[in-house]
């Protein structure tokens, strides 16, 4: 393979609404460093991390739900953000070229990438993700440390691949860090949406037993997923029917959406149970009462840089068809503004894919 000087793309220009993100076809081609590996991009899926990365929802400035066309200037996982930016943290796609330190058998190879770019001590704040403080995958190609680019083999589309690695690798974290096993019963909120379709699949994969909440008009869809009890997350009683449905409360809340109903779907969770959440679609803004924390010994996480061995075990439960993809909608890359405008109404299930190879 040998890649072009120029490529297709999607350039983020600033923080702001849609009209930040700018299709062109004069962008460089990457070249990889010594020990990265050029990927050309067969589609890429798109996330939450976005949007918010395009407003800046990540500034503490901003108190408003997800999705809301409220900007502020620091908005990356780490602060400030440098611009113009290519987005995307899910490319799929083959191995086109690698660096002089990687071996030239891995060209062809078709691989996922694991977003986390980590710095060789492993601390967490130095870690970047693709797509915020690298260059991601809403172009023809993009570049990644040979040690990010697993290799697949499975009869999956690239499409449905690039449903899976920020969503089901963040999904994964959360029950890792929680430490979710066989017989626990699980709450997941958001449960429509990329992560929280995850969350089901990876908690039943588990032996776990989940109560997902969603919209009325999504209950069949999240069902389908196969979740035990789906319950309509506009429900009056909603933290008692949790409690029912689970015969006495949840060993585990996984939550993405934290808003106003936070603090009673807090006090579903058992005495020794767990928290944890990767996301705030409804508001981070939330309140606790503290007594309830301690007086149970609940532990709480939060889960952003996953550990590596995460990321290769969702790989295997791929390939082995242990967890199936659930994809809404694509668009192709020119097509980018309106997908987002799309994956901001949230009447879609699943993930929404960008096809980026022609």
Known sequence: ??????????????????????YREDLLTPVPGPDEVLIEVAACGMNNTDINTRTGWYSKDVTEPTGNEVTADAGSWGGALGFPRIQGADPVGRIAAVGHDVDGSRIGERVLVDAWI?????????????????????????????????????????????????????AEHMLHRAGVSEGHWVLVTGASGGVGGALVQLAMRRGARVVALTSSSKIEAVRALGAEVVLDRGSEHLAEGVVAASGGGVDVFADVVGGGRFPELFETIKRGGHYATAGAIAG???????????????????????????FADLVSYIEQEEIQPVVAATFRLEQLRDAEEAFMRKQHVGSIVIEVKR
């Open 118 to 170: 980590r710095d060789a001590s492993g601390e967490l704040d130095k870690a970047e993700y693709l797509g915020s403080e690298r260059d991601g995958g809403y172009a023809e190609y993009v570049k990644v440390p040979e040690g990010n680019a697993h290799p697949v083999e499975v009869g999956l589309s690239d499409v449905e691949l690039a449903s899976f690695p920020c969503s089901y690798a963040t």
């Open 284 to 310: 981070p803004i939330v309140s606790l009462d503290l007594r309830t924390l301690y007086l149970r010994d609940l532990t709480m996480h939060g889960a952003t840089v996953l550990p590596p061995e995460v």
């Open 1 to 22: 393979m040998t890649a072009p000087e120029r490529m297709r793309g999607v350039v983020l220009t600033g923080h702001g609404g849609l009209d930040r993100l700018e």
